[in-house]
């Protein structure tokens, strides 16, 4: 009987043994809050860049103005901040630990507004083999030629 309740215990103890390393993970996370001097700035755009890989995630900030990246392998990594009406901000050499937690706080300056136009046109093709040149009449070109000869 002793020996059936020393087996029974024993099992018990490696079932919580298992179930608790299975709950532990490596990766951590990089969170912070975006603000400028009136206060926080919801939908800001912020993306992380793993700086060995090149490897990125975005998110945006709430309407507090918080974000946050779970589940973030240790290395090393860069933190850009984009919004229309504020600079770009941008932190490098962020690195994260196993199993740690970075907070990042970003105070935003007022900046330009940038705009983009790209402009797409294509040039006439020109047939560069030949010298001769062509072209349409219309009906009512052609009825307004003199013609000589004709009445």
Do not use: C, H, W
């Given at each position: 009987m002793r020996a059936k309740t020393c087996v029974v215990t024993a099992l018990l103890l490696l079932i919580v043994s298992v179930t608790t390393a299975r709950g532990q993970t490596f990766t951590g996370g990089i969170r912070g809050l975006v603000t400028?001097?009136?206060?926080?700035?919801?939908?800001?755009?912020?993306?992380?860049?793993?700086?060995?890989?090149?490897?990125?995630?975005?998110?945006?900030?709430?309407?507090?103005?918080?974000?946050?990246?779970?589940?973030?392998?240790?290395?090393?990594?860069?933190?850009?901040?984009?919004?229309?009406?504020?600079?770009?901000?941008?932190?490098?050499?962020?690195?994260?630990?196993?199993?740690?937690?970075?907070?990042?706080?970003?105070?935003?300056?007022?900046?330009?507004?940038?705009?983009?136009?790209?402009?797409?046109?294509?040039?006439?093709v020109i047939d560069t083999t030949t010298a001769s040149t062509g072209g349409t009449l219309d009906r009512l070109a052609l009825e307004q030629l003199p013609s000589p000869g004709r009445n």
């Open positions: 400028d001097a009136n206060g926080v700035i919801p939908g800001v755009t912020v993306t992380l860049t793993n700086q060995a890989t090149n490897v990125s995630r975005e998110t945006v900030t709430n309407e507090v103005g918080q974000y946050n990246f779970p589940a973030v392998p240790p290395g090393t990594y860069a933190l850009k901040t984009q919004v229309s009406g504020y600079k770009t901000a941008e932190r490098t050499g962020l690195v994260l630990a196993t199993q740690q937690f970075l907070t990042i706080d970003f105070v935003l300056e007022p900046g330009s507004l940038e705009e983009t136009i790209t402009v797409m046109g294509e040039s006439p």
